[in-house]
């Protein structure tokens, strides 16, 4: 079987560009408070860092970690692997995902952060694939919606790998 070929679908130049954009209006919108950004491993750890850089607010930072995918296809299961170090009750708090795809991982952890009692939560996902969604949620900020395709790069992985590619691609057999 021939290797398969990697074609990039978003240049990073874009990525940051949008970033950028996200960031300012993240700024602009929670202005005068505090946010708790929280990373969900391991998908989501290039974009967080790009995109915290643009915002011009007292952050803090944690990290949550779900597992639900197998190889391409999900199972449908959705598990917590790593939870918050501390509490976020009464916080405003922002989930920074990689992907929204069948939406099953953002409303488990929408419903898990919700009974902590935040001031707020809302979601910001580098990506959108709302063609797969298998419940209906929906992300707060997106940088990008895209059609149908499994992305690998920039913070997404193939079996673990590719994820630190700088560029958002596509692997074609
Ligand atoms: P969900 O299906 O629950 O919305 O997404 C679960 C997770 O599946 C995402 O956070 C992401 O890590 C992974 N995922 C979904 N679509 C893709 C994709 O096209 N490429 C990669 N590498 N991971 C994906």
Redesign the pocket.
């Known amino acids: 079987m021939a290797p398969a070929r990697i074609e990039v679908l978003i240049p990073r130049d874009r990525i940051q560009q949008r970033i950028a954009e996200l960031g300012a209006q993240i700024t602009a919108e929670y202005a005068g408070r505090s946010l708790v950004m929280v990373g969900?491993l391991k998908?989501s750890f290039m974009f967080l860092a790009d995109l915290v850089r643009h915002i011009d607010l007292p952050v803090r930072i944690e990290f949550i970690g779900?597992k639900?995918?197998e190889g391409t296809t999900?199972s449908g299961q959705?598990q917590l692997t790593k939870d918050l170090d501390k509490p976020i009750q009464d916080e405003d708090v922002l989930l920074v995902?990689?992907?929204?795809?069948?939406?099953?991982?953002?409303n488990y952890l929408l419903h898990v952060l919700r009974q902590r009692e935040p001031r707020s939560v809302r979601t910001v996902a580098f990506l959108d694939?709302p063609s797969?969604r298998r419940i209906e949620v929906q992300g707060d900020y997106i940088g990008f919606t895209i059609e149908d395709?499994?992305?690998?790069g920039y913070g997404?992985?193939?079996d673990q790998r590719y994820r630190s590619l700088a560029d958002l691609c596509i692997l074609v057999s």
């Open positions: 969900v998908g779900t639900s995918y999900t959705v995902e990689d992907i929204i795809d069948t939406g099953l991982t953002l694939k797969r395709k499994f992305v690998i997404l992985d193939f």
